[in-house]
């Protein structure tokens, strides 16, 4: 049996909020208006992170703010900054010219926002490393005649109108920086739109309609922002609501760290080899496990050919299972930790070369099994994936003593990953903000 006598962490990640420099609040309601009652669910909330930095409200880590209900602190993840667009395309007639350098420049009056004589369906396309809700453009050469714009993405079969756009930019028209707002769309789809090779999240502004043009409006920086804040709800009965308030302002931090929301689609990091499991590894997260997609493919953790951790069983009986895979054959395979359905958990999966064992908190339990390396296989680590987890806190890789588990999580060994979530931050896993 794997002895976890000491479980060594460098930080504190449950210390009071303290709100006592907050200069602002803002107070915010979750309404369940559906059918039936929810449980355990993330619920954003449309705020713009730029709007509040640039307004000095908050700081750009977003460290002095905090979510509570009443005096009880509750996992948040605040909106992201502005972020530059990941590709920029024109589209005159059946000609795709790529602008994506310009876009993620300062240089003025260098994107063509519309042909010199535009005709119904030329448009420019922006491609966002994840979905989003606010496209900012910065116009310095505002357009002058008669069109109509509307804003579209693609949802993996069509490009599709957003819903609710607000285009403070009125088509180009208006001088300045300002935004195009919309309703976050659940189905937003990856694509690499001609033009240009980015996989990305691609909208476009699309001519509906044109009459005539005197001024070709022209523009430069392109950023946007996902507009959303999240927070988390454990129940909310049918017709019923929750109150929160939202503290920010001021120079102190409030918090220490930021926790995280997946998704449904998870968090990817790049494989690496200074991060792989050997006979001695440790691997950890800490959060609010999420029971209502349980299966075979809800995973807290998967490196495929090298080691998972599935949550099965149903919402009510979750069960963790373990498998470990090391050359062709698989071994360290368990089925029997069930687990309790609510309050955050911390799952850990550990070896000291001889032994190992995945162990669960809060009454969850221990399952041990035979110690196995893994390989470097080349392939990348997935974490909460088809809403395995609600949130984070953290989640922790690295090479550990034996039975002594001090989890590395210092950002220089996350520096290859790439989140699909929480591009806001930008350095590795955003462990350190």
């Known amino acids: 049996m794997l002895a976890f006598s000491v479980f060594a962490t460098d930080r504190l990640l449950h210390a009071q909020t303290d709100l006592s420099t907050a200069l602002y609040t803002i107070r915010a309601t979750a309404t369940n208006s559906a059918a039936t009652d929810l449980n355990d669910v993330d619920v954003p909330f449309a705020i713009s992170g730029g709007e509040l930095i640039s307004g000095n409200f908050i700081k750009t880590t977003a460290l002095n703010t905090a979510v509570q209900q009443g005096a009880t602190d509750i996992p948040n993840m605040p909106p992201s900054g502005r972020i530059q667009v990941e590709g920029a395309v024109q589209k005159v007639g059946n000609v795709y010219t790529e602008y994506t350098t310009e876009a993620q420049s300062d240089t003025t009056n260098d994107l063509p926002l519309l042909g010199v004589a535009p005709s119904v369906n030329d448009a420019w396309f922006f491609g966002c490393d994840n979905p989003c809700r606010i496209f900012n453009q910065e116009i310095d050469t505002a357009g002058v005649g008669t069109w109509t714009i509307v804003y579209e993405y693609w949802n993996g079969s069509d490009w599709t109108e957003l819903s609710n756009v607000q285009d403070l930019t009125t088509g180009f028209t208006v001088l300045g920086a300002n935004s195009t707002t919309w309703d976050m769309p659940t189905d937003w789809a990856t694509l690499a739109v001609t033009g240009s090779a ?59 760290y930021h926790q995280t929301f997946p998704g449904t689609t998870g968090i ?82 550990g070896a000291d070369g001889n032994s190992a064992a995945t162990w669960v908190s809060d009454g969850g339990g221990m399952v041990s099994y035979p110690v196995q390396t893994i390989t470097n296989n080349g392939n990348n680590i997935t974490w909460a994936s088809n809403s395995g987890t609600n949130y984070f806190d953290w989640i922790r890789l690295g090479v550990a003593a034996a039975t002594v588990f001090n989890f590395d999580d210092t950002q220089a060994e996350f520096a290859t990953g790439t989140l699909t979530n929480t591009t806001a931050y930008t350095a590795g896993l955003g462990l350190s903000n």
């Open 198 to 256: 980015v996989n990305s999240y691609w909208g476009r502004a699309r001519v509906n309609a044109f009459t005539s043009i005197s001024t070709q409006p022209l523009g430069s920086r392109q950023r946007y922002e996902n507009g959303q804040w999240w927070t988390w709800v454990e129940t909310l009965p049918v017709e019923n609501q929750e109150q929160y308030t939202i503290a920010l302002g001021g120079t102190t931090d409030f918090t220490t």
């Open 268 to 349: 990817i990091t790049g494989d690496a080899a200074g991060i792989e499991l050997g006979n001695a590894y440790s691997l950890a997260m800490e959060g609010r496990l999420d029971f209502s997609n349980a299966g075979p493919s809800t995973y807290v953790v998967n490196k495929t050919g090298a080691y998972t951790i599935n949550v099965t069983g149903s919402a009510v009986n979750p069960v963790l299972e373990t498998t470990i895979t090391g050359g062709a054959t698989v071994t360290g395979e368990n089925t029997g930790i069930t687990i309790p359905d609510t309050g955050t958990q911390t799952v850990i999966m």
